[in-house]
């Protein structure tokens, strides 16, 4: 088989997903603290992105665009998500519950995501979601199952999470663009949008691996009530 530039970058991206998100699924098998292998799965977040950026650094051909505060990026992120015609998938992996910001453009964002869903019964709006066994993030899923579970269209799982350091956080929409977002100290974030079938591929590769290892958010649910 000819290798070309392209067929090995694709090769690396399928090792580096799997591998990152298989290697959290043995270590959690064998006992090892969950605070071990997230940061690893957060990496492999980053290697791609830096990956996608470096690739267009060279090419010139991957469009992107920064956010400099909470506010402007999820003013775009939701404006984008307004033209999604098939599916969004979100992550939210912080110490905090939502919105996390205090600004009125992130309160909007999470209620728009429902609203959403709610007015396009045909379309997916998923969501993975980083929590404990207990805490402020256990109790706001508790209330948000109770609150959304009869939305057939927006599903959540939930994956170990320990801070005390946000995670890398994304929005995928349809098939054309990712937003990234990285927190800062206090109510600081900045973000990048990006605007190529190669990066949202990526992207779309990795959310799936993550979502397959990640549990069902009305058995987390229940599984922390019995606790």
């Known amino acids: 088989m000819k290798w070309t530039f392209k067929g090995v970058e694709d090769w690396l991206f399928r090792v580096l997903l799997i591998g990152a998100v298989g290697s959290s699924i043995v270590l959690d098998a064998v006992g090892v603290n969950v605070k071990w292998y997230i940061p690893a799965i957060f990496a492999a977040l980053y290697l791609i992105y830096q990956t996608l950026i470096s690739t267009r650094d060279r090419s010139g051909s991957l469009e992107t665009t920064f956010y400099s505060s909470n506010s402007e990026f999820y003013a775009s992120t939701q404006r984008r998500m307004q033209s999604a015609q098939r599916h969004i998938w979100v992550t939210y992996v912080r110490t905090v519950p939502p919105p996390g910001f205090e600004s009125a453009e992130a309160s909007s964002y999470f ?115 019995q606790a």
């Open 111 to 225: 209620k728009y995501g429902l609203e959403w869903a709610k007015k396009n019964p045909d379309r997916e709006l998923r969501r993975i979601v980083g929590a404990g066994e207990r805490g402020a993030m256990t109790d706001w899923l508790v209330h948000h199952y109770a609150e959304t579970k009869d939305i057939k269209n927006y599903a959540v799982r939930v994956s170990p999470f320990d801070g005390p350091v946000d995670g890398i956080n994304f929005a995928i929409i349809d098939d054309r663009a990712v937003f990234i977002a990285l927190s800062g100290e206090g109510n600081r974030l900045t973000g990048h949008s990006l605007d190529t079938p190669e990066a949202v591929h990526a992207f779309r590769e990795y959310f799936l691996q993550w979502w397959d290892g990640a549990e069902r958010l009305e058995t987390y649910v229940a599984r922390v009530r």
